[in-house]
């Protein structure tokens, strides 16, 4: 039997269980996969400790060796990236398709090469995704870009990058990590205007300025980076995940339960446990741990998702879920990605009362008395966790087909959440992760490889 036919693609949830008790939450997905990309630009090898064994590092670790670059992984999360082979400045289509991230790699390649040629963003349909800001500073810095062939190449004019200032139309994290890459090692000094702040750009800075780059203000609205000519190979630990954090802090408000994820930043997490409180939920939290008490749920509330630090958009279908278990009414406006929303068919076949306004991208709900069971499936990473938080709150068993979704983002979600007491289970056959022989493994790209000619 051929192992994709083998595939892990269902999760069996069983609801009606309050959640309780502490688990321990993994590296952030939105920084590890930047961070490996930025490994390109090491003149030496990189160690990465909290590294997620998702199935999006697994995708990314198949780009790196595509390219050239050799990984190590050592174990409990720690992976070696060693770049000093990497000859090839064009991404194969076969694997960026499956991953947005994967347009990180045109800065770092555009950096080293003076070349990069990078397919489209690939990865979840959440709405459109625009390349436009990351062109107009690629331009700035001294390059040529273009599309061709479904290829956005760019080609420095001259052997260097030169320093720039780039103004940006909205806080865009793509273009503003893929800008850092790409100057970090541009003659002169280039100043980033009206950028995303997020804590894995902060991270992402925090990494370059470890291996030697002049990066300052990340986390500011301005980031200014004084080019260097060498990057080193250093050894770096990843950020904790803030959104695995906040989805399994609302598992456990939907459930009415008392849950603790420690090993997070709750600096990072300030948004949700706001409105969780506005919802009656008692948080409390310590240098690195977070606690939900949802005994005592009032009512829903109204989100705006908005760049950090606003609510994020990742969190958006799981707080959803869990103001379907709310009295009341609840709003939501999505104001990042323009098809979020797709998962909602799929709540109202468990008995939830959604109501979605297309034109101005907002959500209507209406707490229910019970959500039910019912087979569902999950049309992308957050979406499939916001199933699994409906789920663990409604009467009988829901079946979340496209588990292969929730990997790309959540390692081993059905154990954490074992740990709670839920009761979470994987359809049978293989185990979603095995050790791996030279590859990062999991479940639902278990050989990643591409053949030479795609390369």
């Not at 260097?228 to 954090?245: A, M, Q, S």
């Not at 008392?258 to 948080?283: F, M, Q, S, W, Y």
């Amino acid at each position: 039997m051929n192992t994709l036919d083998r595939l892990e693609t269902t999760l069996r949830v069983r609801g009606g269980s309050r959640l309780e008790g502490s688990v321990q939450t993994h590296g952030a997905k939105n920084a590890a996969l930047p961070i490996m990309a930025a490994a390109l630009l090491a003149k030496g090898k990189v160690t990465l400790h909290r590294v997620p064994r998702i199935t999006d590092v697994s995708v990314m670790w198949s780009l790196l060796e595509a390219l050239g670059a050799r990984l190590r992984y050592e174990g409990n999360g720690t992976v070696v990236i060693d770049a000093a082979n990497v000859a090839s400045h064009r991404a194969p289509y076969t694997l960026v398709r499956k991953l947005a991230a994967s347009f990180d790699l045109v800065g770092p390649l555009l950096g080293r090469f003076g070349r990069a040629e990078v397919p489209l963003p690939g990865g979840c349909v959440l709405g459109t995704r625009a390349t436009d800001m990351h062109e107009l500073a690629f331009r700035a810095l001294g390059a040529d870009v273009k599309n061709a062939h479904g290829y956005l190449i760019a080609t420095a004019k001259r052997k260097r990058l030169r320093g720039a200032d780039v103004e940006f139309r909205m806080p865009s994290v793509g273009a503003t990590k893929n800008a850092m890459l790409a100057a970090v090692q541009a003659d002169g000094t280039t100043t980033l205007h009206n950028v995303a702040m997020e804590p894995e750009v902060v991270d992402l800075a925090n990494f370059m300025n470890a291996m030697g780059a002049k990066i300052r203000g990340a986390g500011t609205d301005t980031i200014a980076i004084d080019g260097v000519d060498e990057l080193r190979g250093v050894e770096y630990t990843i950020i904790p995940d803030r959104i695995v954090t906040g989805t399994l802090l609302l598992c456990g408000a939907a459930t009415r339960g008392d849950v603790t994820v420690r090993d997070c930043n709750p600096e990072h997490l300030h948004t949700i446990t706001l409105k969780l409180a506005e919802c009656g939920v008692t948080t409390t939290q310590g240098k690195d741990w977070v606690r939900v008490q949802a005994d005592a749920v009032k009512g829903g509330t109204d989100i705006l998702t908005a760049p950090y630090p606003g609510f994020p958009t990742d969190l958006q279908p799981q707080i959803v879920s869990f103001f379907t278990t709310c009295p009341g009414t609840s709003v939501v406006e999505e104001s990042i990605f323009n098809a979020r929303f797709s998962y909602v068919n799929e709540l109202a076949r468990m008995g939830a009362d959604v109501r979605v306004a297309m034109e101005s991208n907002t959500a209507l709900i209406k707490g229910v008395s019970s959500l039910s069971g019912a087979p569902v499936e999950a049309p992308d990473i957050r979406a499939g966790a916001a199933l699994v938080v409906a789920g663990l709150a409604a009467q009988g068993e829901t079946e979340i087909i496209g588990l292969e979704y929730i990997d790309r983002g959540y390692e081993r979600l059905e154990e954490l959440l074992s740990a709670l007491g839920g009761q979470v289970q994987r359809s049978t056959g293989i185990t979603p992760f095995s050790e791996p022989t030279g590859l990062f493994e999991t479940s639902a790209y278990p050989t990643t490889r591409v053949r030479a000619s795609e390369k």
